[in-house]
């Protein structure tokens, strides 16, 4: 699906973060973790106005050309003391929550990776957790950070591993690697996200992705 937001600028101690603006949603609330696969917990809730950690210059915080989002800026640290994975030197992951106005609350967004500021273009991420064993259509949705390319995923075991790169794409399976040693990969196309369920069961990957752009 859509990105629930985007990563506009990552710099040292600083993260900008775009949502598209709805005038049905009275809240938009994040919530962090240590790992795609671990539990998250609430660390923001804000309202049409956006937010803007008191720790950091104002800066263009306020800009035309912000109209028709909402626009969350953060210093890490600011929120450290109480969400000790929200670092600035580390990965994170954030998913988002909305609240309408008659108070529906929105199924929680795909979960997106906070990387650490580094200058240098095509560097290499990797990911490493596990894959739930569940239906298509709840298969675990993955934001990568921005564009990658150079793609490939072990299937550590024990269940095989069901992955595809659009919500209505077809699904590929790849063996655990414990079993014929098999790595699924693929060079020649460019990705933003990825689904990924195991196949009768739980199973655990690791994947590496060449982070083909980043934030200003």
């Known amino acids: 699906m859509a990105r629930a ?14 949502l598209p603006y709805d005038p049905t949603i009275a809240t938009w609330t994040f919530k962090s973790a240590y790992n795609y696969d671990t539990t998250y ?35 890490p640290s600011y ?23 008659s108070g529906v609350v929105s199924p929680d967004s795909g979960a997106q ?25 709840n298969a675990l949705e993955i934001q990568l950070p921005m564009l990658c390319k150079n793609f490939s995923v072990q299937n550590m ?27 699924y990969t693929t060079v020649s196309q460019t990705i933003s996200q990825i689904y990924m369920r195991g196949d009768g069961g739980t199973t655990d990957i690791r994947a590496s992705f060449e982070i083909h752009n980043q934030p200003e």
């Open 5 to 18: 937001f985007s990563v506009y600028r990552r710099r040292r101690n600083y993260v900008d973060l775009l």
């Open 113 to 137: 990776v906070i990387l650490p500021y580094y200058p240098i273009p095509f560097r290499t991420f990797i990911l490493e957790g596990s894959a739930p064993n569940v239906i298509e259509d």
């Open 157 to 183: 075991g024990p269940s095989n591993l069901l992955i595809k790169f659009e919500p209505m794409g077809d699904e590929f399976s790849v063996v655990p690697v414990n079993a014929a040693g098999v790595n």
């Open 79 to 101: 929120f450290t003391p109480t969400r000790s994975e929200i670092v600035d030197d580390d990965t994170w992951w954030i998913k988002v929550y909305t609240t309408s106005k």
């Open 41 to 75: 917990t609430d660390f923001l809730t804000v309202g049409a106005n956006g937010f803007r950690s008191p720790n950091l210059i104002n800066s263009d915080y306020v800009d035309s050309k912000f109209r028709d989002k909402v626009r969350v800026v953060f210093d």
